[in-house]
């Protein structure tokens, strides 16, 4: 069965810190994606990045990296120079291969990222 | 470029109620996808809607339906609710882009 997983229900970190935040994968497919997204207090679910299974460099985007390791099926989540507004929970979701899941994603049980000032 | 917007925002109702949610994806999106989010079970997936048609569908029994429009805007909907139905309902939207999903602010249904 396809599964994300991530092991760190709460975590703390001093601001401008880089944090790096864990999950998990377990799939028999060849080709998927794995997202992060950030889900603040008010409820809405804010895209952080994307890693396709094929992609040899690892994903950047601005503070955002995702560190892809697909032999050891992870794919963590590094937040470097962490700012107070990076409160939040965070989600590591995977899209399964096939077109027809190109709307689904499988979501872990999510960190929350408590920044310290 | 609007996001994608959900309405209502908040919704209470009673056991045994329907409830009807909107969600209106970004401009030129085709793909709808609904999920439930409660404390226990986490970010659960519906159903997924692509040009009017269900293509995908999670497993959550019958009384969780929808629809999707000419316009792509979808509906969801659920009948005789349940106290469990209590949950944060969130809608993404996406051009079909395997690495795309953008989703709305949600709505809070709870059922008393």
């Known amino acids: 069965a396809q599964k994300i997983t991530q092991t760190q229900p709460g975590m703390f970190v001093q601001e401008k810190e880089a944090v790096t935040l864990d999950c998990t994968y377990d799939?028999?497919?060849?080709?998927?994606?794995l997202f992060w997204y950030k889900q603040p207090s008010s409820g809405e679910m804010i895209f952080l990045i994307y890693?396709?299974?094929?992609?040899?460099q690892n994903a950047t985007e601005g503070r955002y990296s995702l560190n892809f390791q697909k032999a050891r099926k992870s794919a963590n989540l590094v937040i470097s120079a962490s700012q107070l507004g990076d409160s939040a929970m965070y989600f590591c979701?995977?899209?399964?291969?096939?077109?027809?899941?190109?709307?689904?994603?499988?979501f872990g049980q999510g960190t929350t990222l408590q920044v310290k000032p | 470029k609007a996001g994608v917007t959900q309405t209502p925002r908040y919704l209470i109702k009673t056991r045994g109620q329907q409830v009807t949610l909107s969600c209106s994806p970004i401009?030129?999106?085709?793909?709808v996808s609904w999920y439930q989010q409660t404390p226990g079970q986490g970010l659960q997936f519906l159903f997924e809607?692509?040009?009017?048609?269900?293509?995908n569908k999670g497993n959550f029994p019958g009384r969780f339906s929808g629809r999707q429009f000419s316009n792509s805007r979808s509906e969801m909907n659920v009948s005789t609710l349940e106290l469990g139905d209590s949950a944060l309902y969130l809608c993404?939207?996406?051009?079909?882009?395997?690495?795309?999903?953008?989703f709305g602010p949600g709505t809070r249904l709870t059922v008393t």
């Open positions: 993404a939207s996406s051009s079909g882009k395997f690495y795309e999903q953008y």
């Open positions: 809607y692509f040009s009017e048609t269900q293509r």
């Open positions: 979701a995977m899209r399964p291969s096939g077109s027809s899941n190109t709307g689904k994603l499988i």
């Open positions: 401009s030129g999106h085709r793909s």
């Open positions: 799939t028999s497919d060849q080709s998927y994606g």
């Open positions: 890693q396709g299974s094929y992609d040899e």
